[in-house]
């Protein structure tokens, strides 16, 4: 299955909130799924910067190409548009790993 890993990012200390994101992605790799880390444009973006907004876009042109959305703890509202989005689409939100890892 494929799983997008929604999560903050720029709420709180980013590379904590990129360490999260990476070991919830590892763990739902390790059960088999292929996770989408939206997170890891943190490390383009050290390369090659970009707006806030173009990362947003890039992140939402691949929502539509996964399976479910699980949605990581904590205040963020880049996720919350991320949830939104896939409701409008009609993904199964889970709503951290474990819940997610517990019904598939």
């Not at 490390?43 to 042109?61: A, M, R, S, T």
């Not at 919350?80 to 989005?85: A, F, L, S, T």
Request: charged fraction near 20%; proline fraction near 8%.
């Amino acid at each position: 299955m494929k799983v997008y890993i929604a999560g903050p990012y720029t709420n709180g200390d980013v590379a904590v909130n990129v360490r999260t994101a990476i070991e919830a992605a590892d763990a739902v790799l390790k059960a088999g799924h292929t996770p989408f880390l939206p997170h890891l444009a943190h490390f383009w973006h050290l390369v090659c910067p970009g707006p806030y907004e173009q990362w947003i876009k890039w992140d939402l042109e691949w929502l539509p190409s996964c399976d479910v959305l699980i949605r990581l703890p904590g205040q963020s509202s880049g996720r919350d548009n991320e949830v939104h989005n896939a409701e409008k689409l009609g993904l199964p939100i889970f709503y951290g790993v474990e819940n997610f890892l517990e019904s598939v």
